[in-house]
């Protein structure tokens, strides 16, 4: 979870989560404890099998996805928390695992393994620093609390944190390797995923709920008809966060340096960009059913906890919403400088085919195989 009053500042954590009737909730709970305390890690042979299986299921997930694969790593060339993720779920996890199952092979490295695992659970899985979030109605609160408090006695107390909130550990700091890069990464498709990341906030500019609306014009109009209608693309998606990161990224693409060049067209599109009052309306209440939608409990209980560990107020929020209603044409023309200061980062990451990749090789630093 990141910080989003401080750019740059997240904290990693584990979680594990459980839905259950309310008569179930202890044997939850049970179960909860049973694979953060007892898992057996000196079965090697289980241990072989888990870490080959592991590898084989992100590989696949990896290339298969490959829009999320080449939007998480140019995210990370700037962002910490990105980078963080990208070393726990993405390329970089890969080419751990794939050590790793090289590792594992031998009984002795197994079991080596198996004995840092073990060690590395006991150091993780302690009471101090634990944080619950339960969603359900009001009235099966105590009862929960009373339950959840003997499920943590449980667990080693551990050290405590120096944290100013005492329900919340101190933000950790990693040294991130955040550096301006343009990766491609070649597999067997056909296609390919081109993202291009940046962020505004290094050029002074402030979020706004008005980029909500600005994701829905460019989502909806410029990116559809050119890089899905002309480009021949199955689609394209763009955010912006709170922290001040913007992404562009194509999905099952044939294009390559065009899908780019239509991405730095954007600040020029929208200095030019007319729209009717009816449209702009249109796009404004598009953007509001996004924020406020209706939720399912499970849907609820996840924005809830995800707010607090963000530290994402519900003042913030409402300004946020107040400013997508606000938003008008004008307010779209001055984004402009928002998307010329993510595109000038020109932090580049490709995944898709070789050939199509070497037919534009000039345009990476890096270029590898993924797999």
Same mark, same amino acid.
């Given at each position: 979870y990141q910080n989003v009053l401080k750019h740059g500042e997240y904290g990693p954590y584990i979680m594990i989560n459980a839905s259950a009737l309310k008569e179930k909730m202890p044997r939850a709970l049970e179960l909860m404890e049973e694979i953060l305390l007892r898992t057996d890690f000196s079965d090697t042979k289980r241990l072989k099998e888990l870490v080959t299986e592991n590898r084989s299921k992100l590989l696949s997930t990896l290339q298969n996805g490959g829009h999320a694969t080449a939007l998480l790593r140019a995210s990370s060339y700037n962002s910490p928390v990105s980078w963080y993720i990208d070393q726990v779920m993405g390329i970089e996890f890969f080419r751990f695992l794939t050590e790793l199952s090289e590792t594992v092979e031998?009984?002795?490295?197994? @079991?080596? =393994? %198996?004995?840092?695992?073990?060690?590395l659970s006991e150091k993780l899985f302690r009471k101090s620093?634990?944080?619950a979030s339960f969603t359900a109605p009001a009235e099966d609160f105590e009862e929960?609390?009373?339950?959840?408090?003997?499920?943590?006695?449980?667990?080693?107390?551990?050290?405590?944190?120096?944290?100013?909130d005492p329900y919340r550990p101190s933000l950790a700091r990693w040294t991130a390797d955040l550096s301006k890069k343009q990766e491609a990464f070649k597999t067997a498709a056909q296609i390919q995923y081109v993202a291009l990341v940046g962020n505004y906030r290094a050029t002074g500019? @402030?979020? =706004? %709920?008005?980029?909500?609306?600005?994701?829905k014009i460019l989502a909806d109009e410029y990116l559809w008809i050119n890089v899905r209608v002309m480009g021949g693309a199955y689609g394209c998606m763009c955010t912006f966060g709170r922290s001040g990161g913007g992404t562009l990224v194509s999905y099952r693409d044939p294009n390559l340096g065009g899908?780019?060049?239509?991405?730095?067209?954007?600040?020029?599109?929208?200095?030019?960009?007319e729209l009717s009052e009816r449209d702009m309306t249109n796009y404004v209440i598009g953007a509001i059913g996004e924020l406020d939608h209706p939720m399912s409990p499970p849907h609820?209980?996840?924005?809830?906890?995800?707010?607090?560990?963000e530290h994402v107020s519900g003042e913030m929020?409402?300004?946020?919403?107040?400013?997508?209603?606000a938003a008008d044409l004008e307010t779209i023309?001055?984004?402009?400088?928002?998307?010329?200061?993510?595109v000038a980062c020109n932090q580049l990451c490709v995944v898709g085919n070789a050939g199509k990749i070497e037919e534009e090789k000039e345009l990476f630093e890096n270029i590898c195989v993924l797999g």
């Open positions: 031998t009984e002795e490295g197994a @079991a080596e =393994t %198996g004995r840092k695992l073990q060690a620093g634990m944080i929960f609390e009373e339950r959840f408090i003997r499920f943590t006695d449980a667990f080693p107390a551990g050290e405590a944190t120096a944290a100013e500019h @402030a979020y =706004t %709920g008005a980029l909500k609306v600005l994701r899908t780019l060049a239509v991405y730095r067209g954007i600040p020029e599109y929208l200095r030019n960009l609820k209980g996840a924005l809830s906890f995800q707010a607090y560990m929020r409402q300004q946020e919403r107040d400013e997508v209603l023309h001055s984004l402009a400088e928002y998307l010329e200061a993510i």
